[in-house]
């Protein structure tokens, strides 16, 4: 056993401390010791035990039992909550994805229960030792997944295992090992049984975690977990695009190098990316490009992408605000192509949209991970500093009630007055609402005028 001084928490410290006086084993177990061994900031601190619940609750003036049934206890110390769980084994999986109850069982039992080998160690953070009863560290040297015991029977018993194999080799650039990695080919198709909140939590993990989430992508292809997840991600490989905007080759090609140069990547913008050309093999047609040659062409991509990515997103349980931000990225994607030749109202209103920080940023990485050419995003950087520290789409300077002063009666004229004169506001006609004020009076006489000379 292996004698290392892993770092924590020290508010957990106080739960290390009273469960060994009152007899007890406690370790730090599963992610965050492999993540604190491999130099990596850990999330969750798990904490095991051979106290049962019951004991649990009476050492601790301050706990809760969110699930008792499966053993687990939340501390709280200082008004931070740790989860205390009890070893345990799990019962057969009868569902492909939980135990059919759980049992309290010896640490050993309790290691063995869980998926990968790099995830099966424990950390005795009064005796500073790691126990590994699996083979993990071994494993986190070697840079390996591998199951714990037979991979077969592993991923039978609960299917999201196929999916997080794929997600903790992508993230932490391991290898599969091969007998695991054959076991998660055969499974694979039965992930179409699994909740769709834990597949997207985990394909979330593995586009916003991996240094590069293309070569992730690629590996979910690998392990035919794409196909079953994502076909219409799948449907892009092989499809072709007109070289001399797309160099770099098929639509597939072209997202796996967007998603490996992503950095600092937030969900919005890995969906976005992951999704924003799967409208083009439903849209590919062969027609005349600007050079009059004929070419291939998606027209209407974007679109037809953005309604497709909506089927998907909402598949995945996303929350509305993700689905609305992510389909308005891809629908709008194209529109990078005319900024040069946008009127100043559109472009502010464009640049003042609510996730143009998002569309920037996919914009950017189409244009490298294709042409290479940033001609528009730097167009864009260039305006936005013109803009200076005037908001994109400032407050209003003629509201209805000017226009009402004016002698306009209520009903649709009014709209028609502040829309004008909010149009002409964002082209910079006016310098201040004195001016838009004085502009407005004019206006509205000029046509109060051409009016009664009509009649
Ligand atoms: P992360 O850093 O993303 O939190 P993690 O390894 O901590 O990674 P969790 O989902 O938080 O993953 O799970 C905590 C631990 O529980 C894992 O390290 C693993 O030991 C065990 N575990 C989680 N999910 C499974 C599963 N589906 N099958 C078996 N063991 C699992
Ligand atoms: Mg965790």
């Not at 027609?287 to 991509?301: A, E, K, M, S, V």
Request: proline letters at 5%.
């Amino acid at each position: 056993m292996e004698s290392v001084s892993l770092n924590f928490d020290p508010d957990a410290a106080v739960i290390f401390s009273t469960l060994a006086q009152n007899g007890y084993k406690a370790y730090i177990a599963g992610g965050f010791v492999r993540d604190s061994l491999l130099g990596r900031k850990p999330k969750d601190l798990d904490i095991v035990t051979n106290a049962l619940p019951a004991d649990i609750e009476n050492l601790f003036p301050d706990t809760c039992s969110v699930g008792k049934e499966f053993g687990v206890v939340i501390v709280r110390v200082s008004h931070r909550g740790f989860e205390v769980a009890t070893f345990r084994k799990d019962n057969p999986y009868l569902d492909g994805r939980h135990p059919n109850g759980v049992e309290f069982s010896d640490e050993e039992s309790d290691a063995r229960r869980r998926d990968f080998t790099i995830n099966g160690l424990f950390y005795d953070p009064l005796s500073h030792r790691i126990i590994d009863y699996v083979n993990g560290l071994e494993d986190i040297d070697r840079q390996v997944i591998r199951a714990i015991g037979n991979p077969d029977d592993r991923f039978d018993e609960d299917h999201l295992r196929v999916l997080r194999a794929a997600r903790f080799a992508s993230v932490l650039e391991f290898t599969i090992d091969p007998a695991t990695s054959l076991a998660v080919r055969q499974t694979a198709p039965k992930l179409a049984r699994i909740s769709r909140e834990r597949i997207r939590e985990e394909l979330t993990a593995l586009l916003t975690q991996s240094p590069r989430a293309g070569r992730g992508l690629e590996l979910l292809r690998e392990l035919g977990i794409l196909d079953v997840i994502l076909p219409d991600v799948a449907a892009t490989i092989g499809q072709a695009q007109p070289p001399e905007y797309h160099p770099e080759g098929d639509v597939f090609t072209h997202t796996k190098l967007m998603l490996d140069q992503m950095e600092n990547t937030s969900a919005q913008l890995a969906y976005a990316v992951l999704l924003h050309d799967i409208g083009k093999p439903l849209t590919a047609t062969r027609g005349p490009g600007r050079d009059g040659l004929t070419r291939i062409r998606f027209d209407g991509h974007a679109e037809k992408g953005a309604d497709m990515a909506e089927k998907i997103l909402r598949g995945l349980a996303m929350s509305n605000s993700d689905v609305e931000a992510i389909t308005h990225c891809i629908r709008n994607h194209m529109r990078f192509i005319d900024v040069k030749h946008m009127r100043t109202a559109t472009l502010r209103r464009f640049v003042g949209g609510p996730y143009f920080a998002t569309e920037l940023e996919l914009h950017r990485l189409d244009c490298l991970a294709s042409h290479g050419s940033l001609e528009n995003y730097e167009f864009i950087q260039r305006f936005l500093k013109t803009l200076a520290s005037t908001p994109p789409m400032p407050e209003r300077w003629i509201s209805g009630r000017d226009v009402m002063a004016l002698g306009i009666p209520e009903g649709p004229e009014i709209g028609h007055w502040v829309e004008t004169a909010y149009e002409c506001q964002l082209e910079g006609s006016f310098t201040d609402k004195q001016e838009a004020l004085h502009w407005l009076r004019e206006q509205v006489q000029k046509r109060g005028a051409s009016d009664s000379a009509a009649s």
